[in-house]
C-alpha cells in the first residue's frame, strides 16, 4: 500500500523508537518527534498562564509582551504533563538558565521544580493583587518606600541626565555612571522589589538595560587615564566604521535607559500618587 512521505507511520532505518508494549519492542518515531516538535499545551492552559503572569516572567518579572513562551516545568521526556500545574511562563533568557538545571545531577544553585512553581504562584499573586494578608494601602506605602529608595540612588539630575546629554564621541569621567551601577548593586538586596507588578517589571527592565550599557561601555571604551574613559580616538581615522558603531551602540543603550526610567517614574506617579522631588525628574 502506498503511504505519503510525512505519514506518520513512516519507517526509516534510524527512524525508530523503542517501545515495550508493541511486538519486537520497536515502534515508528510520530511524526512530532521525528521533527522535534514537543506535544503543546492545550491553548486553554496557555492562555491561562499568559493571563496570570500578565505576561511577565515569572522569574525575573520584566514585561515580556509576545518574547514570553509557556514551558515544562518538568520536561515531557521527564513525564511531565501538560497541564496548568506543570506550566510556566519565561523569557528568554530565564528559559535558558531553567532548563541548565538537572535534576537526576542537581548541582550550583540552579532551579528545582518546586522553586520554579513557588516563583510562579508567588509572582500570579502579584499579578492578581492577591498579596497575602497586605491590604492596598499598605502596598502603595511598601511601593512608595521602593520607590523613594530608585529616587535616592538614581536621582534625574545624576547619570540619567548625564547619559542623555553626553555625546559619547568623546571622553567622560566614569564617575558620572556611578549611580547606574549603584542602582544595578542594589537590585541584589531583595527588598528592593515592587509589589506591583507594572512598577516591578519595570525595575527589573531597568537594570536590565543597565547591564545593555554597562557591556557597551565595556566593549566599546577604554580607559584615557584619571578616570576618564573614551572610544578609541584612533578608531574615528583607522576604523570609522567601527567608531560609528560603537558610539552608536553606547548612545542606543542609553537611551533604552532613559525611556524606561521616564515609564518607571511616571507609572509611580500615576498609580502611587506620588509627586517626586521638584527638580528630580522630568
Ligand atoms: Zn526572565
Known amino acids: 500500500m502506498y503511504a505519503p512521505p510525512d505519514n506518520q507511520y513512516e519507517l526509516g532505518p534510524t527512524r525508530q523508537r523503542r ?5 519486537g519492542g520497536v515502534l515508528p518515531l510520530l511524526f512530532e518527534e521525528r521533527n522535534g516538535f514537543h506535544m503543546p499545551f492545550p491553548p486553554k492552559v496557555r492562555e491561562d498562564a499568559l493571563v496570570a ?6 522569574l525575573c518579572h520584566k514585561f515580556c509582551g509576545i518574547k514570553i513562551e509557556v ?11 501538560n497541564t496548568a ?5 519565561v523569557c528568554f533568557d530565564c528559559h535558558a538558565d531553567m532548563r541548565s538545571y538537572d535534576h537526576k545531577h542537581p548541582k550550583g544553585n540552579k532551579y528545582t521544580e518546586s522553586e520554579l512553581k513557588r516563583h510562579r504562584d508567588s509572582w500570579y499573586g502579584k499579578v492578581a493583587g492577591n498579596i497575602g494578608t497586605a491590604n492596598r ?5 511598601t511601593d512608595k518606600e521602593v520607590f523613594r529608595l530608585v529616587a535616592r540612588i538614581l536621582p534625574w539630575d545624576g547619570s540619567i541626565d548625564f547619559i542623555r546629554r553626553n555625546h559619547f564621541e568623546g571622553s567622560f569621567d566614569g564617575d558620572h555612571l556611578k549611580d547606574l551601577y549603584d542602582f544595578e548593586w542594589q537590585c541584589h538586596n531583595p527588598a528592593f522589589e515592587f509589589i506591583d507588578p507594572d512598577l516591578e517589571g519595570l525595575r527589573v527592565q531597568l537594570r536590565h538595560n543597565i547591564q545593555g550599557f554597562r557591556d557597551a561601555v565595556g566593549s566599546n571604551t577604554f580607559s584615557t587615564g584619571y578616570g576618564r574613559n573614551s572610544v578609541p580616538a584612533e578608531w574615528e581615522t583607522e576604523q570609522p566604521d567601527l567608531f560609528k558603531r560603537a558610539v552608536g551602540e553606547l548612545h542606543a543603550t542609553a537611551d533604552e535607559i532613559i525611556s524606561t526610567y521616564g515609564n518607571l517614574v511616571r507609572t509611580a506617579t500615576r498609580k502611587l ?3 517626586p522631588h521638584q527638580g528630580d525628574f522630568p
Open 19 to 23: 517501545r515495550s508494549d508493541s511486538p
Open 53 to 58: 503572569c500578565g505576561r511577565h516572567c515569572c
Open 273 to 275: 500618587g506620588i509627586l
Open 137 to 141: 494601602a499598605e502596598v502603595v506605602e
Open 71 to 81: 514551558h515544562h516545568i518538568r520536561e515531557e521526556s521527564e513525564g511531565g504533563e
Open 85 to 89: 500545574d506543570n506550566a510556566i511562563a
